[in-house]
């Protein structure tokens, strides 16, 4: 049977601030596990993202920064890239989406959607500021969330409750940059006609939400009972920031950055070469995201898509997370409250691997989760060293010093080999749904098994050469260990699995057996984790908010 090749996107992280833990851990660490984990089952994979540059975001920003919004996004854009570089985030192509090629791809397909009619000419009321004598589209107005009562709320969604809002669904409405009460202007803008894909769309819902993540499958079927309506997809911005609209009449406005943006995924895998994945139906599409994305992914971009003149595929898989809290609230960059991408860089806090673990260990799945010192130092501790650390360490350290780095045969119980197995059909299993949390735990308790079935033949003082045979046979778990550690932690993984086999060429099977044979020779052994330096404890004291947990060592 021929495997379907993977197209994985990582939703576009806005460049008008610097990532944090949040950011990364929903959408593009998410998508590098996935993309690792497919690569090691053999599959075909091309692992796309990049910058989302144009809009209201980026022209705010570059006037708080004394900047232009091109000036903003060309520096941001690298400090991104620096971030995900350390977190060895690896995409086929990290593109950025104010590039000519990106404003050619967008404008094409705005024209065959043009060209298939459906789009609509409609003349309202929006909301103008005399003081900056300029219209006031999106992040340009502040105000009071209509349906949740949040004080967050933006011109196009309230970052308080994620609900995608209307001009009569903001109340106390402000101008961001002068903070003056706007009036209201006539001007004429394009929409885009979803109700012209209503039935599609929720056929689509239908056949694929069920396979999506709790996060994701709750917005879309949301959005399913609901009668779709056409959205302004023009905007008046101060800078004309944005893809410019082709059409004569539209000189001075652009296209609302929720219809660029995602036609960005396509630009992306384009420019190298791959575009035809977008329409292959042989390849299927997992797109990462938090679940305030879900429904420009589910709903408004696959709208978008269906006005061309081809058939784009929907995606098979919608991997949404709920909020990463910090210590019991928001990430606050203004209150400097969390870890922010400049925090990690160098190691300041600790290696990226032990990042990823803790991070993907506690990705909020099925509701928010918080980042709390004390579980990132249960982490580091009781999991990544004492568990998971100490059988790798243990196994490969005995046959280094004892067994002259020599295996003997193996000799693995029915029971045992059924065990690991049971754990590894549940750790695939969870993987290929996108639930990377459980697969995680996964890792754990097949290191604590291998622990037990280790301390067993010390605890029944087993001869020489039985503990030389149990050593063997549990090397074969460490091996397992290095493969499916792989796609969390990559670097240590790939460490353990030179140590053992002396290759750095990772594959994982569907079934567990001891490969190793007679008189295979591991590579001298070393610490996979290590306890936290000094420096780095230092460091975290400065971020934390409450007692640390880290003790500064003599």
């Known amino acids: 049977m021929v495997q379907n090749r993977r197209l994985v996107t990582s939703a576009l992280p806005y460049v008008n601030n610097l990532p944090h833990l949040g950011n990364i851990v929903g959408s593009l660490l998410g998508g590098d596990v996935f993309t690792r984990f497919s690569r090691m089952r053999g599959f075909d994979v091309t692992f796309i993202c990049g910058t989302d540059e144009y809009g209201t975001a980026s022209e705010i920003s570059a006037d708080q920064n004394n900047t232009s919004p091109k000036e903003l996004c060309t520096k941001n854009s690298q400090k991104h890239k620096e971030v995900y570089d350390w977190f060895r985030i690896e995409c086929d192509n990290f593109g950025r989406t104010s590039t000519p090629a990106h404003t050619a791809m967008t404008q094409k397909l705005f024209l065959e959607m043009w060209n298939n009619g459906h789009f609509e000419e409609k003349t309202e009321l929006r909301f103008f500021c005399e003081t900056c004598n300029m219209f006031l589209a999106d992040r340009y107005v502040n105000g009071t969330c209509a349906l949740c009562n949040s004080p967050h709320a933006r011109g196009d969604q309230c970052d ?34 979803l109700e012209d894909f209503q039935a599609q769309i929720s056929e689509k819902i239908s056949e694929y939400a069920p396979l999506w993540t709790n996060a994701a499958k709750g917005v879309a079927f949301d959005w399913q009972s609901k009668e779709l ?176 780095r020599t295996l003997v045969g193996s000799n693995m119980s029915e029971e045992v080999e059924s065990l690991v197995n049971g754990h590894l059909k549940e750790y695939i299993a969870h993987m290929e749904r996108t639930d990377i949390r459980p697969a995680v735990q996964k890792i754990t308790e097949i290191s604590q098994l291998g622990n037990g079935y280790v301390q067993q033949a010390f605890a029944e003082k087993a001869s020489p050469e039985k503990m030389k045979e149990r050593m063997s046979t549990a090397a074969n778990i460490v091996l397992l260990i290095s493969r499916i550690l792989y796609p969390i932690t990559p670097t240590e993984a790939t460490k353990l699995h030179q140590m053992i086999t002396g290759s750095a060429e990772i594959s994982l099977r569907d079934t567990f057996t001891c490969d190793l044979p007679e008189g295979h020779r591991i590579n001298e052994p070393e610490l996979l984790f290590k306890p936290l330096t000094n420096e780095q404890i230092i460091n975290i004291k400065k971020l934390c908010i409450n007692e640390c947990p880290f003790v500064l060592k003599n």
Not at 168 to 190: F, M, W, Y
């Open 160 to 193: 308080g409750c994620g609900a995608v809002l209307s001009m009569n669904e903001i109340k106390d409405t402000r101008c961001s940059t002068c903070s003056a009460p706007p009036g209201q202007r006539e001007t004429v803008h394009l929409f885009y006609k």
């Open 229 to 404: 309506h056409s959205r302004c997809i023009s905007r008046d911005l101060k800078y004309r920031w944005g893809v410019p609209i082709p059409l004569k009449g539209y000189e001075g406005k652009v296209l609302y950055v929720w219809f660029d943006a995602p036609i960005g995924y396509i630009t992306f895998t384009d420019e190298i070469g791959r575009g035809e994945w977008w329409t292959d139906p042989s390849t299927d599409l997992y797109e990462f995201m938090g679940k305030d994305n879900v429904f420009f992914h589910s709903v408004f971009f696959p709208a978008l898509l269906l006005g061309t003149n081809s058939t784009y595929n929907y995606p098979k898989i919608i991997s949404s997370t709920h909020y990463l809290m910090y210590e019991g609230g928001k990430f606050s960059k203004s209150q400097n409250r969390g870890i922010f991408g400049h925090n990690l860089l160098n190691d300041q806090i600790g290696p990226e691997g032990v990042w990823r673990f803790h991070l993907m260990k506690s990705r909020p799945e099925k509701n928010d989760s918080d980042f709390s010192w004390v579980d990132f130092a249960e982490t580091v501790n009781a999991v990544l060293i004492n568990t998971i650390g100490n059988f790798c360490n243990r196994v490969l350290s005995y046959i280094a010093k004892r067994m002259d």
